[in-house]
């Protein structure tokens, strides 16, 4: 509704506990800014999420269908909600759903946000003005057949849903990028270590594509969390019941929302257990844990692998992306997977977060959904920015210290391992220790001892035969 200089600023909405001015532009109600006024928490909005607004309006836009086949709403009223519902999902008028995510009243805030904002673009579209609900009401016609209880962990489950795909994504590029390296550095031999210690040889190649099938996998188990979400209990209204929706509703309405949402949803067996179930919600965060410390595991690998750089192990090198010091002049930090890290710790912290939200519900429904939606939303987002940053910002970039690498392989102890075949355990042990204390080199204690000739060293030594051997 356009702004004009004889227009009064503000609307008078009513509810049950009394009168209260709303903006007169404002495409939201009365309950909406009492749960605005109320819940002050994150300062993180329902428009934060866009994922959560389309979900929504899918959600809204499959039942106005079903509610208009029941006979239950008019053709101007099934039309006036549906396209709001299609503005919504283009993404306008995302800034109306301004209710903080985290709030008590399991959603009702979030879901009354939603019926507002699609109430008063309907009337608008209808030629009404916001606010005139006695042509189109936000609960009477945009909630018909419909409860919190069903409408928004149905919706919250799309939204993850579309919140995992650019997430899969960047899992998917990060593996391709690792892959790229190791295959790149596939000529450069190294020592490889456990325990922080000295173990084998192997090349650096092999060392990344470790780290890229590491990560393989995690795309499909996504999938595989994204297909429990789809299990959904719309059309359960209250607690599972189906009270207040017509016979058949609930089919219905889960068919008009595959149809829209693209995604293969389906009715959960019983709606009763679904109502208050939040399994699916727990596999998704355990996920999302899974894969935050393999990549936590990850970051601190390339921080160990280019630490230094004179100092340090140095066999890599990470794009400097910024000065690292205030005091220190030349200092470059690894900055990128230590933000990275970071993100992880936040995962995996969450992750309990979650688990306690679930645990938390009592009886027919679960009131601390809204805590659990927020953090799977936000963790998606995180995970998926900080993906990009790694392979983007560090691991595209990073190059081999070669000549690092071939010094420590030279100098290490490690390389006896692959003698003991052929000069015995003890022998091999005595040679570690006098290459230890002398500062001597395996191969070269090896020759003074005649234990084995130049040519057979040489061909057990060989990269060949100690790194090719699977």
Do not use: W
């Not at 836009?61 to 299609?86: F, W």
């Not at 295959?183 to 650096?204: C, H, N, Y």
């Not at 179930?277 to 410390?293: E, N, P, Y």
């Not at 070269?444 to 060293?457: A, H, I, M, N």
Request: with cysteine.
């Amino acid at each position: 509704m356009p702004q004009t200089n004889d227009q009064p600023l503000i609307r008078t909405e009513k509810d049950l506990l009394g009168a209260q001015a709303v903006p007169a532009t404002a495409l939201y109600g009365i309950q909406t800014q009492r749960a605005h006024q109320n819940f002050n928490i994150t300062g993180v909005p329902i428009s934060h999420f866009p994922d959560l607004i389309k979900a929504l309006a899918m959600v809204k836009y499959a039942a106005a269908r079903a509610n208009h086949q029941h006979g239950l709403l008019s053709d101007e009223k099934v039309n006036a909600i549906t396209e709001a519902c299609e503005d919504l999902i283009r993404g306008e008028h995302h800034e109306q759903f301004i209710v903080d995510l985290i709030q008590g009243g399991a959603g009702t805030s979030t879901n009354m946000n939603a019926n507002e904002v699609i109430a008063n673009i309907g009337l608008a579209k209808m030629g009404f003005e916001y606010g005139q609900y006695s042509h189109l009401h936000p609960n009477n016609d945009v909630n018909q057949s419909q409860s919190t209880n069903d409408v928004y962990p149905t919706a919250a489950r799309l939204a993850i849903i579309f919140a995992a795909q650019p997430l899969k994504e960047a899992v998917a590029n990060l593996e391709h990028s690792l892959a790229a390296k190791g295959q790149e550095f596939s000529k450069i031999l190294k020592m490889g270590r456990t325990q922080m210690q000295d173990a084998v040889p192997m090349t650096l190649g092999q060392e990344f594509n470790a780290f890229a099938s590491d990560l393989g996998g995690e795309t499909a188990r996504i999938d595989h969390s994204c297909r429990q979400l789809c299990e959904v209990n719309l059309g359960g209204t209250a607690i599972g019941t189906g009270i207040n929706a017509p016979k058949g509703y609930a089919h219905l309405a889960i068919s008009e929302l595959a149809d829209i949402s693209g995604l293969r949803v389906r009715l959960a067996q019983d709606l009763l257990a679904a109502s208050s179930d939040m399994g699916a919600f727990l596999t998704f965060s355990g996920t999302l844990k899974r894969l935050a410390i393999k990549l936590s595991k990850l970051s601190n690998d390339l921080r160990l692998l280019s630490s230094g750089p004179r100092t340090g192990l140095g066999e890599i090198n990470l794009p400097a992306m910024q000065p690292g010091s205030s005091i220190m002049p030349g200092k470059v930090n690894p900055v990128i997977p230590e933000a990275m890290n970071q993100t992880a710790f936040q995962i995996m912290g969450t992750d309990m977060t979650v688990t306690m939200a679930a645990e938390a519900g009592q009886l027919q429904l679960n009131a601390m959904e809204p805590l659990i939606v927020y953090n799977l939303l936000n963790n998606a987002r995180m995970l998926e920015k900080s993906i990009r940053m790694l392979d983007e910002l560090c691991i595209q970039g990073i190059t081999a210290n070669e000549a690092r690498c071939a010094q420590h392989l030279e100098n290490s102890i490690g390389i006896v391992t692959a003698l003991v075949p052929h000069i015995g355990y003890d022998n091999a042990s005595r040679i570690a220790g006098h290459a230890l204390l002398s500062g001597l080199g395996v191969a070269e204690l090896v020759r003074q001892e005649k234990l084995l000739s130049d040519e057979e060293l040489a061909a057990i030594l060989s990269p060949d035969t100690m790194i090719n051997n699977v």
